[in-house]
């Protein structure tokens, strides 16, 4: 079992920056695939990125393709998401969540398959 705790949410203006990490408790943090999916009032949480458990490969939404980096320290348990060119629509709570094992070449998108979620962290883009 793991348990996740997201930091470094904030207010940024359009166009500004935030990182977010999360950092995991409990065994074996390394086989687990990390993921952030995030949910907007009156939406339901939709993904946003994915890292497979050795770090080596990525998944992102295409919402935020070509803004967002997802990436891993698994010698710090920790998981981190680089937000640039924030927009309005990025306005959200943000979730850290984790994946028994998963595919190594294919990180999921499938939020079912994430077993353990984090309390989240409130991100708010203003235009």
């Known amino acids: 079992q793991v348990q996740l705790v997201e930091s470094g949410g904030g207010l940024v203006q359009a166009g500004g920056s935030l990182r977010l990490s999360c950092a995991a408790s409990?065994?074996?943090?390394?086989?687990?695939?990390m993921g952030w999916f995030r949910q907007a009032p009156g939406k339901e949480r939709e993904f946003v990125a994915a890292v497979s458990w050795s770090g080596g490969r990525t998944n992102y939404a295409d919402s935020v393709k070509g803004r967002f980096t997802i990436s891993r320290d698994n010698a710090k348990n920790s998981v981190y998401l680089q937000m640039n060119s924030l927009k309005p629509e990025d306005t959200a709570v943000y979730y850290c969540a984790a994946q028994p094992g998963g595919s190594v070449y294919y990180p999921s998108k499938i939020l079912a398959l994430y077993d353990y979620w984090g309390q989240g962290t409130q991100v708010t883009v203003s235009s």
């Open positions: 409990g065994r074996a943090f390394s086989s687990y695939t």
